[in-house]
């Protein structure tokens, strides 16, 4: 189940950017995408949102 170990990943990822708000990767995210320390995380209205940033954002998005 592929796509399950990557929605596993990008938990985990999402995760730690919920805890420690202080790390340099959470500072860097928060410059270029806002605030990501509240849920649901939101994506711009621009398209230059990275894929890994969507693929994070979508974790709130309920599968069919």
Do not use: A, C
Not at 2 to 8: P, W
Not at 31 to 58: A, C, E, M
């Amino acid at each position: 189940e592929l796509e399950m170990f990557n929605d596993s990943l990008l938990s985990k990822w999402r995760w730690g950017l919920l805890q420690d708000k202080e790390s340099m990767w959470s500072r860097f995210l928060s410059f270029k995408y806002g605030n990501v320390h509240t849920l649901p995380l939101k994506l711009q209205k621009r398209s230059t949102s990275s894929i890994w940033w969507h693929d994070l954002v979508g974790l709130d998005v309920t599968k069919v």
